[in-house]
């Protein structure tokens, strides 16, 4: 059963097992949602807890003015918003000698290519980390969570254009950190003769 608005009917009347798999089908999206937010696994998956716990508490009141996945993602984004604000205050800046940022692939890649995958994916996570707000959510929504234009300017409750700029500037804006890092070859990039709009 996939329908999201057949098991969200059922949920809002107690059936656990359609909530869970609400929970199945959107658990990847909000887990790299809040992972790309706040570049930790354990965090992200803290706020997945968090969110899918406020989503149980929040059924009854959920009337279908957006689509479910639209909703959700705002819930996640606020647990996000509200987690990694709290992070900041409390640690600072986030560490690049945190064992836990980066998975080790299953695959058994040599030592030399896991710490090359560690070093490219801690540095893409700290320029993302580095971005502006505005700017790494709509990267994480499009390239993470792969929502398309329509599906974030609902999430973000923009206009599709406003959408669009953000993404292009986003994509400028992190292509410059990695090619100030030393890590991005100083190519043209794949969009740019899309260019960008003003927001």
Not at 9 to 14: L, N, P, T, V
Not at 81 to 87: F, G, I, L, S
Not at 167 to 174: D, E, I, T, V
């Amino acid at each position: 059963m996939t329908d999201d608005r057949l098991l969200l009917q059922k949920a809002q009347e107690g059936d656990r097992k359609a909530f869970e798999s609400l929970v199945g089908l959107h658990s990847r999206g909000v887990y790299n949602l809040a992972l790309g937010y706040t570049g930790r696994h354990q965090d992200a998956e803290e706020i997945t807890q968090t969110v899918f716990l406020k989503m149980w508490k929040a059924l009854p009141q959920f009337r279908g003015g957006s689509t479910f996945s639209t909703w959700l993602y705002r819930l996640t984004l606020n647990a996000c918003t509200d987690h990694y604000r709290r992070e900041k205050k409390r640690q600072g800046d986030l560490s690049l000698e945190d064992p836990d940022l980066v998975p080790i692939r299953d695959t058994a890649p040599s030592p030399e290519d896991i710490v090359i995958q560690r070093e490219e994916q801690a540095n893409l996570r700290k320029a993302l980390a580095d971005l502006p707000e505005l700017h790494r959510v709509v990267l994480i929504l499009r390239e993470l969570d792969g929502l398309d234009y329509q599906e974030i300017a609902q999430v973000l409750e923009v206009e599709v254009g406003t959408v669009k700029s953000r993404l292009a500037r986003a994509r400028r804006a992190l292509r410059e950190k990695l090619l100030a890092q030393g890590n991005l070859w100083d190519g043209p990039p794949s969009n740019s003769a899309k260019g960008g709009m003003a927001p």
